[in-house]
């Protein structure tokens, strides 16, 4: 799987197995806390931001809505201004991402991120939560575009959901159904982020 470029990459190892030596299987695993599909707590850049086990139960579950962008560099206000974002919403970026980054286990590097302009722009609709289809929100050769991105949303309460493939999703009404892990101050968590058709009675707001 792709994972964030650090020295040290995630490992999983069996400790004991059923079948040899033990009575039953088990697993280590090693791994950053922004590994494969994740939550972004505001503390991962906010020093007093909230921690991802004081992230509300329903923050990330219920309506959703899947927003998809067509520019295949960034994601910008002019694309993003037609759909009438609204205080709350749950919104989801479904960008060319998921039909081209996830046919390689290596990193893209030119994948379609979130510009500094469109992160300000969703900051100010107060919504959420904003997922991404692809490793992270900002852009990972662009230091500056990276760390303000995360600000903008992160210093706004704005719960960030990264590494989620879109690929099979239709833009639209959609519910989502996702939890990380409860780490105790944790700055992030890996998770499982599923969306499932909107019930016809559904909303799209928070």
Not at 62 to 72: L, N, S
Not at 95 to 108: G, M
Not at 151 to 164: S, T
Request: aromatic share 6%; proline share 8%; glycine share 8%.
């Amino acid at each position: 799987m792709v994972y964030w470029p650090v020295k040290d990459a995630p490992t999983i190892k069996i400790v004991k197995h059923a079948d040899k030596d033990s009575p039953v299987t088990l697993w280590e695993l090693t791994m950053k806390s922004h590994t494969g599909t994740h939550v972004d707590a505001p503390r991962h850049f906010i020093p007093d931001g909230a921690t991802i086990d004081e992230m509300p139960p329903d923050a990330i579950i219920g309506p959703a809505r899947v927003i998809e962008i067509k520019d295949p560099e960034a994601i910008k206000p002019a694309e993003l201004e037609p759909y009438d974002i609204q205080p709350g919403e749950r919104i989801l970026l479904k960008t060319q991402n998921s039909s081209k980054c996830y046919k390689t286990d290596e990193l893209v590097e030119d994948y379609v991120s979130i510009s500094t302009e469109a992160a300000h722009f969703l900051a100010d609709k107060k919504i959420s939560v904003v997922g991404i289809d692809y490793i992270a929100i900002g852009n990972i050769n662009d230091w500056e575009n990276l760390f303000e991105v995360h600000d903008a949303l992160l210093g706004n309460g704005v719960w960030v959901l990264e590494g989620i493939n879109l690929s099979g999703v239709e833009a639209g009404p959609c519910e989502l159904i996702c939890l990380p892990l409860r780490l105790e101050d944790g700055d992030a968590s890996p998770a499982r982020a599923n969306v499932r058709p909107q019930a016809a009675n559904g909303r799209g707001g928070g």
